[in-house]
């Protein structure tokens, strides 16, 4: 995929040459993952070796600018030692980059460090080994990952946490776009996702569609409440082909009520509707039809990176969705928590979809009024928390 540029990166419009980004890391074996990622998403990446004994290395690190073209400007991903040479050098500005994005860099710069206003620069510091300022009090951008080691962004490392990892990535990545000035279009990606899946009643047809826009690179989906989906291509192949397709019953609808896109994800808040009328093996695996009416609040989150989709997470209240087709009562109380007063389990049906699209007043706390938890409801009020 090949980012789209608003406005020039430099003071012309018509160079339409790869955004250049090095990478700088102290080994002589180049990143080779971060290299396709970012080349992947349209940049054109190259490996700078850092050698602490190599005298030449800060002077290329300075005349990385040369092989520009004339209104061209370049960025800079560094990690551990090498990242301190650069945020060093960077206090002097670096000529024609336009940011840096540092990773746990053993030597940080002083919280009131002025580096250059051309230059974005952002820092990802590793809580576990790294004493660092409060980001509230940096003059740059500074991120700090509590439960993580240095190398925590090294696939390679003992010490890779790939949630921090996807965290530190997507960050990085809004840097670079802000810095470079790209715009990359996420929505027709998922769109055709979601029209593949969603709409195409030919079950074989449908997966494959589905996976094509998938990423080669292990892609996954996690539907959250009740476990299903897969890791790879050929498991999510299967999936949708055995699982989910077929489920789709005739009735199955499903309303966006919100899109919110961000750098690398999709999030979609959206009502879905459907009768149990046949098995629907992703919401009520094992489940025989029931023939009752279901509508649920459905949110679903879509990671796009290099033009492919990576990962999928729904989530729902399976609770609610249980209580619909009549496999959950609110008045099967355990009798340890009966003896405790306690009348109703707090789950709601179909009441949650209306008021999302819905929003009135008595729409809302039915389930404290019926606990005796408001003023004026059955008599009492709760008081000071008791």
């Given amino acids: ?22 990478l700088t ?67 002097k500005p670096m000529a024609r980059c336009c940011a840096i994005v540092a ?24 809580g576990l080994s790294q004493v660092s300022p409060p980001s509230e009090l940096c003059e740059f951008q500074l991120y700090r990952y509590e439960t993580c080691a240095m190398g925590f962004a090294n696939p390679s490392a003992k010490s890779y946490s790939a949630v921090e990892a996807n965290l530190a990535n997507s960050r990085a990545l809004a840097c670079m776009r802000k810095a470079f000035k790209l715009d990359v279009e996420l929505e027709p990606i998922v769109d055709a996702a979601h029209a593949a899946k969603y709409h195409d009643e030919i079950p074989e047809r449908a997966s494959m569609a589905v996976v094509t826009t998938m990423s080669q690179n292990s892609p996954h989906v996690t539907i959250v409440p009740t476990l299903e989906g897969g890791v790879g291509r050929r498991s999510l192949e299967e999936f949708y082909r055995e699982y989910f397709v077929p489920s789709l019953v005739e009735d199955f609808n499903m309303r966006l009520v919100s899109r919110t896109i961000g750098v690398d994800r999709v999030v979609d808040e959206m009502i879905v509707s459907f009768t149990h009328s046949d098995e629907i093996d992703w919401i009520l ?71 999302l699209v819905n929003p009135r007043q008595d729409s809302y706390s039915g389930l404290l009024r019926d606990a005796g938890l408001l003023p004026g409801a059955n008599g009492t009020a709760k008081q000071n928390g008791h």
């Fill in 285 to 355: 695996p094992g489940v025989p039809p029931t023939n009752k009416k279901v509508e649920i609040p459905i949110v679903s989150i879509i990671a796009v990176r290099g033009g492919k989709l990576v990962s999928e997470h729904m989530y729902w209240d399976n609770a609610s969705v249980l209580l619909q087709v009549g496999l959950l009562d609110r008045s099967a109380v355990p009798n340890a928590m009966k003896s405790r007063g306690l009348k109703q389990l707090p789950v709601v049906g179909v009441e949650a979809a209306r008021a």
């Fill in 25 to 91: 890391a102290p080994s002589n074996h180049s990143p080779e993952r971060a290299l396709l990622d970012w080349r992947d998403e349209g940049y054109e990446a190259s490996y700078l070796p850092y050698d602490p004994n190599d005298p030449h290395y800060l002077q290329s690190l300075k005349n990385l600018h040369q092989s520009l073209k004339l209104g061209e400007t370049y960025a800079i991903v560094c990690y551990g030692d090498a990242a301190s040479v650069v945020l060093k050098a960077a206090l």
């Fill in 103 to 126: 990773f746990y860099p053993p030597v940080l710069p002083s919280p009131k460090a002025k580096f250059s206003s051309q230059t974005r620069m952002q820092i990802h510091v590793a």
């Fill in 1 to 22: 995929m090949t980012p789209s540029q608003n406005g020039s990166s430099g003071f012309l419009s018509f160079n339409s040459h790869p955004p250049r980004i090095w």
